[in-house]
């Protein structure tokens, strides 16, 4: 099947269309069965979509580490067309025992082997994109941010990116990196706007920035009530003729040409249209409203 081409942003040395999915909606608490996640993630291909985030710990029940990671591997795998342009994202430091929680593990002997194991679920030689998944307090930063730099030495790893990172830990990881930190990844959205100074970091230091749960959270975008809370967004949807999804995704894409939203999806539908955010565009004073809503 020939894929859309979307607008395209940069991730490293790589391009990739300015929306990915995420894969957490399909791993997790209320997901799908196996059929419908594998067409949401051909949906997501078939929309020109270049960039998938999953991790490890996107799973349920302890025996099945690496769930989202299988998934995403088996669907591009089965897609009838070139996938080769599709960069997979994937993360390590966080574990799910099976009761629900999500725990830390940020020892550096743990992600080097947390890192391979995602490698061969994969089924790659060297992951695309590997991001340490979130700090663990029991672990200095830098101890772990330096086995990550070990993976890049080793080639275990192509790209390193972080994940819930404050801007010091920002400026930290790039320095062990020695410059090649290309990704971070934070909660950002119209209702989490908390990460606003780690966007504007990332845009001056050229770093791609990827929003986590951008639409709000798999409750708060199921529940539809995204337009309702925050009805600036809804009628810029209106005006546009597009769901008010698309132009929170094309909001947070007009606020810095490093951001690259990776809204979840567990139904085809969802991704194909958030995917069209990429096309979609804003002025500067429904950008400017929406900022200030
Ligand atoms: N680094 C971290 O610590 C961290 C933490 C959380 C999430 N993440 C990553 O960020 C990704 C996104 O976050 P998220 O999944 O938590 O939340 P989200 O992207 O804010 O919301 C996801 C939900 O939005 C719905 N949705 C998406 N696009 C839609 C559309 N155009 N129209 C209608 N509904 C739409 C989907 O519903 P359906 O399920 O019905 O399709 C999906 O379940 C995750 O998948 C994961 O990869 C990272």
């Known amino acids: 099947m020939q894929h859309r081409i979307l607008a395209t942003r940069k991730i490293g040395g790589r391009a990739v269309s300015a929306i990915g999915l995420g894969g ?80 830390k593990d940020g020892r550096p002997e743990y992600l080097k082997e947390a ?23 029991d672990v200095p930063y830098g101890d772990s941010v330096g086995a990550i730099r070990d993976l890049l030495d080793e080639g275990v790893i192509e790209m390193a990116g972080i994940s819930n990172a404050n801007p010091d830990q920002i400026r930290e990881a790039n320095d062990i990196l020695g410059g090649r930190l290309v990704s971070v990844q934070n909660q950002f959205s119209p209702r989490f706007r908390s990460s606003l100074p780690e966007l504007e970091l990332c845009a001056e230091l050229g770093i791609a920035f990827l929003p986590w749960s951008p639409l709000g959270g798999i409750s708060l975008a199921r529940s539809g009530a995204l337009g309702t809370e925050y009805s600036a967004f809804l009628e810029v949807a209106e005006a546009h003729g597009v769901s008010p999804f698309q132009v929170t995704l094309a909001w947070e894409l007009a606020l810095a040409p490093v951001v690259v939203p990776i809204p979840g999806a567990s139904r085809p539908a969802s991704i194909t249209d958030s995917a069209a955010a990429a096309e979609l565009r804003l002025t500067a004073d429904e950008v400017a409203r929406l900022s200030a809503a």
């Open 115 to 137: 890192a391979k194991a995602s490698a061969k679920r994969l089924g790659v030689e060297a992951i695309g994109l590997y991001q340490f998944h979130r700090p663990d307090p």
């Open 24 to 103: 957490m909606p399909m791993s997790i608490e209320g997901r799908p069965d196996r059929d419908r996640s594998i067409a949401t993630i051909h949906a997501a291909v078939d929309a020109g979509v270049t960039f998938i985030d999953t991790a490890d710990a996107y799973h349920l029940h302890a025996d099945e580490v690496g769930h989202n990671e299988e998934l995403i591997a088996e669907a591009l795998r089965s897609y009838g067309g070139d996938t080769s342009g599709v960069l997979v994202a994937t993360k390590g430091g966080h574990l799910r025992p099976g009761d629900g929680s999500w725990t």
